[in-house]
């Protein structure tokens, strides 16, 4: 999740644990604990130049549910030694430190962009995608109860306040896998129609809301993509159809950095070849043709293809127009002569 959302659960979890006395340093104590983990950018990106390991480092070590107990449990011995609030009231200032380190991870995994929860065990990261990486409606509940939390100081209120906005943003999590659920029940007759009942697929809720989402699964030359807004879609969900050049994908499958990728994003990629290059799109994150991480991995060579150190290409995205569209498509329905044509039927799933 993004910054801001990370630093009021945070907040919010440690004040909420924390003597009332105590009540704006662990706000800010919360704050920073919560913030720590995302620090991970600065020496990943002076260990390495590369795009790949850089997407693929970010959220490991510093997201782990094996590393970061004992690190707020050294933390909490260093406070604790120096005396001051730490001192006065330790095992709650333990939990306050716990809560607001291990919640950062666990909140990052409702995202699509994949937690390595178990580093150094190297599972596929975790992708639950039930909310988008910025989402108001949680984040609204959270940054309202820190601030009432903030002027009320010791007084009464201020409790109440951080537990409500605890709780409607945790609800909000628990509808977000309930609306992720009722996507995924209508995919699944009109992918099985496609004769895709079984292919590996994910939904991903569509920016800044859990209103309108984006179902994509994979055919055996490409990928299908379609969306399904619960506040006005009634009918069955249609797709699209996208190739893939499966032959470029599987000239360049063997390389480091391909095996890094398809193993980071649970192998959602396409393939296509620009200027005489090898770009891998990742599926998860945007949608038909903007996407967040292209990267080339091979250039021609002749008849064949060369490896090439990975490159991330930044393509436009034109948000002035799509989230206006976005917005509209929450709340109407296209109709059967609307822009989402069927997509070809495909009969077994299949990689990029």
């Not at 380190?101 to 929860?117: K, M």
């Not at 809301?209 to 699964?217: P, Q, S, T």
Request: charged share 20%.
């Amino acid at each position: 999740m993004d910054s801001l959302t990370q630093i009021v659960l945070g907040a919010a979890l440690s004040a909420a644990i924390a003597p009332p006395q105590h009540r704006r340093a662990a706000l800010l104590a919360g704050a920073a604990l919560a913030t720590l983990p995302d620090l991970d950018v600065i020496p990943v990106n002076l260990l390495t130049a590369d795009p790949v390991e850089r997407m693929t480092w970010h959220r490991s070590l510093s997201h782990s549910l094996l590393v970061l107990p004992w690190l707020g449990w050294l933390i909490w011995a260093l406070f604790r030694r120096r005396g001051g609030r730490v001192a006065q009231a330790p095992r709650r200032w333990f939990w306050a430190m716990q809560a607001a380190l291990l919640t950062h991870p666990v909140l990052d995994a409702f995202t699509v962009y994949g937690t390595q929860l178990w580093w150094p065990l190297q599972p596929p990261p975790a992708m639950w995608s039930s909310v988008f990486i910025i989402d108001p409606l949680y984040t609204a509940w959270l940054a309202i109860a820190c601030l009432w939390a903030w002027f009320a100081r010791e007084r009464r209120s201020a409790q109440p306040a951080l537990l409500l906005g605890l709780a409607v943003s945790t609800l909000y999590l628990g509808g977000s896998l309930w609306a992720k659920h009722r996507v995924e029940r209508a995919a699944e007759p009109a992918l099985a129609e496609l004769g895709l009942r079984d292919a590996p697929r994910f939904s991903v809720p569509m920016p800044f809301n859990i209103l309108l989402w984006r179902v994509v699964a994979m055919t055996p030359d490409g990928f299908v993509e379609g969306e399904r807004s619960l506040a006005a879609d009634r009918g069955p969900m249609r797709f699209r159809f996208y190739p893939s050049d499966t032959a470029a994908f599987a000239a360049v499958a063997d390389y480091p950095a391909v095996r890094r990728l398809r193993w980071f994003n649970h192998g959602f990629m396409k393939a296509e070849q620009r200027d005489g290059q090898v770009v891998l799109t990742d599926l998860r994150m945007g949608a038909e043709p903007d996407y967040s991480f292209r990267f080339v991995v091979a250039q021609r060579d002749g008849e064949g293809w060369r490896e090439v150190p990975p490159q991330q290409l930044k393509w436009p995205w034109d948000a002035a127009r799509k989230l206006p569209a976005m917005w509209t498509r929450i709340w109407r329905e296209p109709g059967p002569a609307g822009t989402q044509a069927q997509a070809r039927p495909a009969t077994a799933a299949g990689a990029s």
